[in-house]
Structures are given as structure tokens and as C-alpha cells.
């Protein structure tokens, strides 16, 4: 009896595994040294698989529920083992847990900047970050190229080992897209839901693993780039140029006194607007003129007038000083804006200062 009880305990009866954990991708059963009998239990759980592994080659993969163990229903693993004893003896083989569902809200970002070609900004340096979602869905290329031999793989472990691999398939991903940098920082759902047919094949060729989610949160382009994306919005924001200039000009009268930088400002303004102005065709004065307060009455001037004129175009104009104008400036008489310490007075304005 004692011979019996002691073989008895060198055979493995029941193989099960109870995850009490939310992050184990993969657990080996420990079995110290003993061997399978013929006709063992194994239990598998929802979303468990478990994977035989004899002398380093895969064997047979049992899903849900609770199995047999005979040579009947581990025809590969037989194959491998090659059994002598009519099929009846024990045997010794590894069996992996490998969880397949879905891990969630999994990090991912780029340690160093991607380079990437760009068709208008040429070559870029770009940097991002995000989350992802994966599961498991070929369990000997996992155990082979990423969990390896560790008897219990964690998630840690898993991004540790990913990271640098997450990202060289995305920036590969991202390169073979051809999405420009300007859609890149703008569109980071449809990016993610782009990228991920171009990432989820080579993810599935490698490591045996699919993304089921994946979520570009931020993607950041050097101070250069984002200076010449700020300008181009800028530009087209603003639409015709020459429309914006003359819009500016006048903001600038209406403002009139803002201190002396806004001053400085309202006159430049003031100086280009006559500038122009002046360069266009005016009215013709009329035939008579009346004087202006204290003065003479002033010549007529059939020449055309410019739009806007200062003081002394008036006063020559009027045939009379400047500071008669500036007087008739200052008592209303003559109507005009003042621009910092400047008056400006338009045509219309004379020819009403005329006709008074």
C-alpha cells in the first residue's frame, strides 16, 4: 500500500487554474516534477485557454470547459510523445494558461520622436501618445515570442516588453498611411481607426496578440512646426490680404487717442491710408470759395483733390496758413479727425467747409 500511495502522488489528477488577478496574461501549472496520468481532469475557465507544451514544441490547446485527458483527445501531443505503452502510461508535459480577454486602457507613447516624411513640411519630428485595448489571439506565437518561459506573465512585464514594439509598428503604421502632420494633430479618432488594420496584421504575425482599440490621445510636432501651422492658419483666417489692410486702417481712425504706442500706430496707419488715397482720382473743386475765419478768401482750384489730406494740403488748397485751418479745425468749423496730435480732413469735408 505504501508503494501505491506514494505513486499515487506522483501523478497529477486535476489541472486547473483560478485567476484571482486582473493582470496575468499567462500561468504554468506547476507540477513539481510529476506527470499526467491517463484520464486527468483539466478545467478550463471563460476566457482561459490551456496550451500543452512537450520538450519545447506546442502541443494540443483546450478552450473552455472541463476535459479528458486520454490519447484520444490529444492526438498531437501523442504524436509528439510517441507512446510505447499500449497508451496507457502517464505522461509529462507543460500546460500554459493564457488568458484571452480583453485587457483595457493600456498606455502607449513614444519615448524619443518618430521622424516621418511630410508632404508639406517635409521630413517631421513627431512625438504621441495614447491608449489601447489588445487580447490574445494566437497563444504559442505569444508564449514563444513574448511571455517566453515565465511561469506567471504579467502586464507590467507585457508593456516592459512592448513598448518599443508598440511604437516601432506604429510609426511604421503611421509612415505607410501618408497622413499629414496637419490631419495628425487634428483628427486623432479617425486616426486610430486608420492605423489599426496597418498595425493589428503585423501585431498578429509577431506576437499572436490584436488591438481591438486604439487611441491616439496627443500628438505633439516640434516649436517650428507648430509656428508655421500657426501662421498658415493665420493667413488663411485673414482670406485677401489687401481687403485685411484696409480693414485695419480703418480700426485704426475709428480708435483714435490709445497713448503713445497706439498713437504711434493710428498715425502709421493715418500716413499709409493718405498715401493711398492720394494716388486715386479726386473732385473738382467748385467755382467760388468763401473765406475762412480771419483770412482771405482763398483761389479757385480746379486741379482734383486727394481723398485725404493734412492741414497744410488743405491750407494750400484754401489758398490760406495752416493756422487758419488748424483754427477752423479746432472750432468745428471745418470738420476733420484727429489722430494723435495729427488732424486728418477729407475731400467731402472741404467741399462742405466750401459750400458753408
Not at 486535476?14 to 485567476?19: G, H
Not at 488748424?326 to 468745428?332: P, V, W, Y
Amino acid at each position: 500500500m505504501a508503494i501505491i500511495d506514494f505513486l499515487k502522488k506522483q501523478f497529477i489528477d486535476i489541472i486547473e487554474w483560478v485567476d484571482d488577478s486582473r493582470d496575468t496574461l499567462s500561468w504554468r501549472f506547476p507540477d513539481e516534477d510529476k506527470e499526467i496520468k491517463k484520464g486527468a481532469q483539466l478545467i478550463v475557465r471563460e476566457s482561459q485557454l490551456a496550451q500543452f507544451v512537450y520538450l519545447g514544441q506546442f502541443g494540443d490547446a483546450f478552450g473552455p470547459g472541463k476535459h479528458t485527458l486520454t490519447t484520444d483527445n490529444i492526438p498531437i501531443l501523442t504524436n509528439l510523445k510517441s507512446w510505447k505503452y499500449a497508451l496507457e502510461s502517464p505522461f509529462k508535459a507543460d500546460v500554459y494558461y493564457v488568458v484571452t480577454r480583453v485587457f483595457t486602457g493600456n498606455k502607449w507613447g513614444t519615448a524619443n520622436p518618430v521622424m516621418m516624411r511630410d508632404a508639406d513640411f517635409g521630413v517631421v519630428r513627431m512625438r504621441a501618445y495614447g491608449t489601447y485595448d489588445f487580447r490574445i489571439v494566437d497563444a504559442p506565437r505569444f508564449l514563444k515570442e513574448v511571455a517566453g518561459t515565465d511561469h506567471h506573465f504579467r502586464l507590467d512585464e507585457f508593456a516592459d516588453v512592448m513598448r518599443s514594439r508598440l511604437v516601432s509598428v506604429f510609426s511604421e503604421a503611421l509612415a505607410d498611411s501618408k497622413v499629414p502632420a496637419l490631419d495628425v494633430a487634428s483628427r486623432y479618432r479617425e486616426l486610430g481607426e486608420a492605423l489599426l488594420p496597418l498595425i493589428n496584421p503585423v501585431l498578429h504575425g509577431r506576437y499572436g496578440i490584436e488591438m481591438t482599440t486604439f487611441v491616439v490621445e496627443n500628438v505633439s510636432v516640434p516649436p517650428e512646426v507648430e509656428q508655421a501651422i500657426d501662421k498658415r492658419s493665420s493667413m488663411a483666417a485673414v482670406g485677401n490680404l489687401n481687403d485685411y489692410v484696409k480693414y485695419q486702417m480703418g480700426q485704426g481712425l475709428e480708435k483714435g487717442n490709445g497713448g503713445p504706442g497706439g498713437m504711434a500706430a493710428e498715425m502709421a496707419v493715418g500716413m499709409a491710408m493718405a498715401n493711398q488715397m492720394m494716388n486715386q482720382a479726386g473732385g473738382v473743386m467748385g467755382q467760388s470759395t468763401p473765406g475762412v475765419r480771419g483770412g482771405a478768401p482763398a483761389p479757385v482750384d480746379t486741379a482734383p483733390l486727394p481723398e485725404l489730406m493734412t492741414p497744410a494740403q488743405v491750407a494750400q488748397v484754401l489758398g490760406v496758413s495752416e493756422s487758419d485751418v488748424l483754427a477752423s479745425l479746432e472750432s468745428g468749423d471745418l470738420k476733420g479727425k484727429r489722430i494723435g496730435t495729427q488732424w486728418r480732413v477729407t475731400r467731402i469735408a472741404v467741399d462742405a467747409f466750401l459750400r458753408t
